[in-house]
């Protein structure tokens, strides 16, 4: 059966590293006869200065109505200090076709990949956990206000919103998750100690959704301590399932302790529907058109595309590719290697099966 997917490459090293996954994904179409056809939509910075437009309904039921899913690059210029289009473009995807779980694994590939020591009476780091980031309220959802802006007198607000059914259905899913990849325990990570309206609804759904599991381990921690162990003591997390704002910032502390952001992807999803497959990291202008950027994140998230198009064999064979080639030095300067972005491609490419 032919597959469709839509593909958003974005800003700055969102469409060096897409176009790599597109060659990636021409291989294995030919190689494995795979059957996948996309598309390339220029939702970016460009078309916001151009045209003031982000995506229109008409762009969110074209892309809910005819593809199989969305491999998204990343949003951000220096023109739009503020990322307004980022807004209109990533979060509204997000928000309007409902993919509230945002799944982010966090896993050593190498050993010498992570800053950390190893943790005493271990030879190695052992880091694979999953960040499971609800991804349609909290901070993200732009409830708020600002007045007398400007002078001495001037009130910013910015409200969190957590909903039942929106944490009911996170929590549910991390659950899910953890039983359907073999897991073993699920990690609350809030602050029902300092925000206590939605720490007790997260709290109290949480413990209402557990007895639902009873083989799956449970333990609540709030994010500070929660942000200080994943640097030293990775190994006692397995799924983590947080809101949205805690979400963004543990995982770029996950992509930290793994090998940085150049490696780390993402599925934005909703089991009804449909998927957004985007690495973790952003638009990078500090090394945008340079070719040094890290396309391996790009890879993985293409990985996860391919698995949630039921392509497992495919998406199992380019992250062992991923792996061999971070085994053998082979990547971009972000780890240490000699590489350039289509370098690694090709690296890739010859390690995948002709
Ligand atoms: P960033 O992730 O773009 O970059 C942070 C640092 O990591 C930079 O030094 C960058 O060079 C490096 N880096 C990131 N990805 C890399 C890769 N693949 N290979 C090698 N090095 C890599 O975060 P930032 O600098 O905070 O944000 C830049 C812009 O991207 C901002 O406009 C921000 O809003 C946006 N952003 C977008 C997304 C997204 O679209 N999903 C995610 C994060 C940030
Ligand atoms: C991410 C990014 C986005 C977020 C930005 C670009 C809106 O940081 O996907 O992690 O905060 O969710
Ligand atoms: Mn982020």
Excluded at 67 to 80: E, K, M, S, T
Excluded at 154 to 177: L, N
Aim: hydrophobic fraction near 40%; charged fraction near 20%.
């Amino acid at each position: 059966m032919k597959q469709k997917i839509a593909v958003i490459p974005g800003d700055g090293i969102g469409v060096e590293v897409t176009q790599q996954g597109l060659a990636i994904l021409d291989h294995l179409n030919a190689s494995a006869g795979l059957n996948i056809d996309y598309h390339v939509f220029p939702y970016n910075a460009q078309r916001w200065l151009d045209e003031g437009l982000g995506l229109s309904d008409d762009d969110i039921k074209n892309l809910q109505d005819n593809y199989h899913g969305i491999y998204f690059g990343a949003l951000g210029d220096p023109r739009i200090p503020d990322s307004a289009h980022a807004r209109q473009i990533l979060l509204k995807l997000r928000f309007d076709l409902d993919l509230f779980a945002n799944v982010r694994p966090v896993k050593l590939l190498h050993p010498g990949l992570t800053p950390l020591k190893p943790a005493s009476g271990q030879t190695n780091q052992d880091i694979d956990c999953v960040i499971i980031r609800e991804n349609t309220e909290d901070l993200y959802r732009g409830v708020g206000g600002a007045f007398k802006e400007g002078n001495e007198d001037e009130m910013a607000i910015d409200q969190r919103i957590h909903s039942y059914k929106g944490v009911e259905r996170i929590i549910r899913f991390a659950f899910d998750y953890a039983v359907a990849h073999q897991r073993q325990k699920v990690t609350l990570v809030d602050k029902d100690n300092v925000i206590i309206y939605g720490g007790r609804l997260w709290t109290r759904v949480f413990h209402e959704v557990a007895r639902n599991y009873p083989q799956i381990e449970t333990d609540y921690m709030h994010v500070d301590v929660a942000a200080m162990r994943m640097v030293t003591a990775p190994s006692m997390f397995d799924v983590i399932v947080t809101s949205n704002m805690f979400g963004d910032i543990l995982s770029d502390i996950g992509a930290g302790i793994v090998g940085g952001l150049g490696l780390l992807p993402s599925a934005n999803v909703n089991p009804q529907t449909s998927g957004l497959f985007e690495p973790v990291h952003g638009s990078a202008p500090d090394i945008a058109g340079t070719n040094q950027a890290n396309p391996m994140a790009a890879f993985m998230t293409l990985s996860m595309l391919l698995a949630h198009l039921n392509h497992h064999g495919q998406a199992a064979q380019l992250t062992q590719a991923v792996s061999r080639c971070l085994t053998e030095g082979l990547t971009t300067p972000d780890l240490g290697g000699t590489l350039n972005t289509e370098g690694v491609t090709q690296a890739i490419l010859a390690r995948l099966p002709a």
